[in-house]
DNA sequence: AAATATCCTTAATCTAGTTCAAGCGTCAAT
DNA sequence: ATTGACGCTTGAACTAGATTAAGGATATTT
């Protein structure tokens, strides 16, 4: 009944909602992934590394940023409980990858590396199925955002972005919304004065 | 030697770049997969339709967009040769599709309704699998260009657009690429001027 | 408890991108 | 041959959002 064992659980019962695990592949998973905790503000990958491990989020915050060549940070994605996180690119090509990961929370982690990941790919059909159905989630997820970023002013991004993460809104700094809608932090101040004054 | 055979071809040819087909996986595309030709302009899902077919293109170009409440059109992906096109969300969830697809050139394609492909999925690890590894790589795709929207002017994403698509870019006119880009044909076109002059 | 980051806001100025309107070239259909 | 529909461009006026700079509020560390 130790803290790796809840955090597995947790791991176990996330695959309940697609095809859930027998005990054969449930023990895969206590062998292949291992329980990483970390304090805030823990770079998990830094920019120029091979980004080593598909990670599942069993507490905590993190956030994925890219670094332009004027230092700034834009956030491409945040995770929380129940989520991944990962630079897919540099996990499968194992080439340097571009971006960060840094907790913004104390966080527990689940982590398998790329050579286990394969291992249960290649035993087990559930496992390619599962992987399959969670990608194709964040792929719908990330295709809404093109569409709100191509076609709704800030304003719409913002209000959209409370609906859709209303649990992760008031976790973070508006600082941290601001980059991940691609605006400035000045720019979000005036947009949620003009709610607060219009309604 | 019929069309049927050169579009499978052209499929059985373009799952040699993942895990490659045995004969019996090669079967099941011949009867699964459906031949569909159609002309420029034709509409191959509309708004409010479930989104009954997995696309995948053998010849044309074909436009996936959304239209907001001021009837604006806003393209979020082109697929040409050897590319899939699809509304996932409504695919899978059988639920009305927020969006339209539209070919743009006289096409060829190969379609798979919803029960045959999760027969694929359910019959052969391999399929779920090289699906797997598709999406993953439509994923870093769509991930890249949240980046751009998010950290870019519209001068770097069109030259970024011109870079990672050549060959759609010379196809297509370039009120559907202001459109993918998330600007006004008018903006796009004093780019392009400013480009020629300076350089 | 002080000290130092980090975060949030406000306001003035500036710029990237939109809107509206018009004109022109091209191509497909009658 | 002529008519449209469509695509491309230009310019003037406008607006969403960035930049810079400053001050105050909260946390975090020492």
Redesign the pocket.
């Known amino acids: 009944m130790n803290d790796h064992h809840d955090a597995l659980d947790k791991l176990i019962k996330y695959f309940k909602n697609f095809f859930p695990l027998n005990e054969k592949e449930r023990n895969e998973l206590s062998t292949r992934f291992i329980e990483r905790k970390v ?3 823990a770079l998990i990958l830094q920019q120029g590394e091979v980004c080593r491990h598909f990670t599942f989020i069993v507490k905590g915050c993190l956030k994925m940023y890219a670094v332009d060549k ?1 230092g ?1 940070e834009h956030n491409l994605q945040f995770g929380a409980e129940n989520d991944w996180i990962t630079d897919l690119s540099s996990f499968y090509s194992e080439k340097p990858s571009s971006v960060y990961i840094e907790t ?1 929370e104390p966080s527990v982690m689940l982590q398998i590396k790329h050579p286990d990941l394969l291992h249960l790919y290649t035993n087990y059909h559930k496992f390619d199925r599962n992987f399959r159905i969670i990608i194709e989630q964040k792929y719908i997820e990330l295709q809404n955002r093109v569409l709100q970023n191509i076609s ?6 913002y209000l959209s972005f409370l609906e859709h993460y209303p649990n992760l809104s008031n976790r ?7 980059s991940y809608l ?12 003009d709610l607060t004054q219009n309604h």
């Open positions: 304090k805030r503000r004027s700034k913004m709704s002013t800030a304003n719409e991004r973070l700094p508006n600082t941290q919304v601001a691609g605006i400035t932090p000045e720019f979000l101040s005036k947009i949620r004065k």
